[in-house]
T-cell receptor, first 114, second 110 residues
Framework: KAGVTQTPRYLIKTRGQQVTLSCSPISGHRSVSWYQQTPGQGLQFLFE???????NKGNFPGRFSGRQFSNSRSEMNVSTLELGDSALYLCASSLAQAGQSGYTFGSGTRLTVV | GIQVEQSPPDLILQEGANSTLRCNFSDSVNNLQWFHQNPWGQLINLFYIPSGTKQNGRLSATTVATERYSLLYISSSQTTDSGVYFC????????????FGGGTRVLVKP
């Protein structure tokens, strides 16, 4: 079956702009979560969506937001981009209950803010 | 929150060597996974192993939940094993939120 699909793979934006990243989970997976990876902070949890509802949120400013659609696809949005938002953004999908079968990650979107 | 520590931070191996990576965690967990991050950034799931022992080819993993640690064994290492290995886990109370360790960067030399 198809894996987790993230688009686009690479993105270059200017400070102050906004960006939208997309994630399509594995068919049948209803939970989608997002992570940010930077050299300094490692992998950090952004938020998780299940059945179109945000179920959990990490410690990121309000400029980071997301949503999930009825087909479980998810988008995350970052507004008023800052240089420090340059990172690899990873999306993971899982079954509803944490711990049933683990998480599968997409290939990521590498965002560069200039 | 839960603390996850991986050791060693860096590992250089000669092709064919064996190695053990360790992951210590500070609280009980209901999910623990080992991932390999390839040079393109993708996290490849190696093992879902909240407890017990599993093997997949040259890789195996053991989690001793009562003592709060997990081990990843790489046998007969190959250059394609190079990359960063992450341990990640979550607690039931934290919902679907994975906490990652700092990773072990592995370089296998031919």
């Amino acid at each position: 079956k198809a894996g987790v699909t993230q688009t686009p793979r690479y993105l270059i934006k200017t400070r102050g702009q906004q960006v939208t990243l997309s994630c399509s989970p594995i068919s049948g997976h209803r939970s989608v979560s997002w992570y940010q990876q930077t050299p300094g902070q490692g992998l950090q949890f952004l938020f998780e969506y299940f059945s179109e509802t945000q179920r959990n949120k990490g410690n990121f400013p309000g400029r980071f937001s997301g949503r999930q659609f009825s087909n479980s696809r998810s988008e995350m949005n970052v507004s008023t981009l800052e240089l420090g938002d340059s990172a690899l953004y990873l999306c993971a999908s899982s079954l509803a209950q944490a711990g049933q079968s683990g998480y599968t990650f997409g290939s990521g979107t590498r965002l560069t803010v200039v | 929150g839960i603390q996850v520590e991986q050791s060693p931070p860096d590992l250089i191996l000669q092709e064919g060597a064996n190695s053990t990576l360790r992951c210590n965690f500070s609280d009980s967990v209901n999910n623990l996974q080992w991932f390999h991050q390839n040079p393109w950034g993708q996290l490849i799931n190696l093992f879902y192993i909240p407890s017990g022992t599993k093997q997949n080819g040259r890789l195996s993993a053991t989690t001793v939940a009562t003592e709060r640690y997990s081990l990843l064994y790489i046998s007969s290492s190959q250059t394609t094993d190079s990359g960063v290995y992450f341990c990640a886990l979550n607690r039931r109370a934290a919902g679907n939120k994975l906490t990652f360790g700092g990773g072990t960067r592995v370089l296998v030399k031919p």
